[in-house]
Each structure stands twice: as structure tokens, then as C-alpha cells.
């Protein structure tokens, strides 16, 4: 009888492959900005910060601060994170910005199965732990998987 492999309970991004997801899913949302014609990227605090910064320079999209968009209105925003865990954050923040009457479309890289919110355009879905590479990281858990290794 064979060894049963052990499912991974933590996923830790590397920098070269953060950089890697930032480029797919740059290419993702090219082909959909044709017609969103999206006027600026926020991200959410904290994870949400560097991926907006990184896909702000790959899109060509200013940079805007959730703060000022809450006092705007009519824009039509990409709203990133890292991922969308429970969902809970990006329902809350998306009602908040279109009750100001902006258009928001939201993107991740990662969505975990169990979330109440799947975001319009994301990387990858996941039940496990994610560390990104800005994040304190535990990297001595045995049962830690690289990304590299989960069909991304």
C-alpha cells in the first residue's frame, strides 16, 4: 500500500514567486480593463497595501488611499488584497465605496473555499494558511508547502 501524501496546511509565497503572481494577475486584469476602464487601485490594509502598489505600476492606475475615496464619489476603482479569507473586509469595503456611487471591482490572489466573498478576478483558491513574503513567517512548521508546489 502507498504512502499517503500529507496535505499542506500552510502555503508560504517566496518574493521571486510574489513577484511571479503579481505578473499573472497584471495579465488577468488587462484583458478585463479594456472595458472596466478602471480610474484608480486601492488596496485594503495590510496585505492588500503592496500588492495595490505593485499592480498600480503594472496597470498604469494611480494609487489611491481608501481614506480619500471614502470622501469622492462616482469612481471607478480596482479594490485589491492578498486574499479573500472570510470575505468579510472586502464585503464591507466594496458597500462602503458604492454607497458613494463608485463602480468597484475587486481582485485577489488567492481565495480561500470557505470565503462569503469571491472577488471578480483572482489567482488561485486554497483551504490552507497563506504567507506572504511581507509576513512574519514561522518557517519551521514540517508541514509548510512552498507555492511553487501548489498548482498556481
Not at 472596466?36 to 505600476?57: D, E, F, H, T, V
Not at 490572489?109 to 469571491?118: D, E, G, R
Request: aromatic share 8%.
Amino acid at each position: 500500500m502507498a504512502a499517503e501524501e500529507s496535505k499542506p496546511t500552510h502555503i508560504v509565497v517566496s518574493w521571486e514567486q510574489y513577484g511571479d503572481m503579481i505578473g499573472e494577475l497584471s495579465s488577468r486584469l488587462r484583458s478585463v480593463q479594456t472595458y472596466k476602464k478602471w480610474q484608480c487601485i486601492s488596496g485594503i490594509p495590510r496585505g492588500g497595501l503592496a500588492l495595490a502598489i505593485c499592480l498600480s505600476y503594472h496597470l498604469d492606475l494611480p494609487l489611491i488611499a481608501l481614506e480619500k475615496l471614502y470622501s469622492s464619489k462616482g469612481l471607478k476603482i480596482l479594490l485589491v488584497d492578498d486574499i479573500s479569507d472570510t470575505g468579510d473586509t472586502l464585503i464591507k469595503l466594496k458597500k462602503h465605496l458604492e454607497v458613494n456611487n463608485h463602480n468597484v471591482n475587486t481582485a485577489t490572489l488567492y481565495v480561500n473555499n470557505h470565503t462569503k466573498f469571491i472577488p471578480d478576478v483572482y489567482l488561485d483558491k486554497t483551504d490552507v494558511w497563506v504567507s506572504f513574503p511581507y509576513e512574519k513567517i514561522i518557517s519551521s512548521a514540517p508541514d509548510t508547502k512552498r507555492a511553487s508546489q501548489a498548482h498556481l
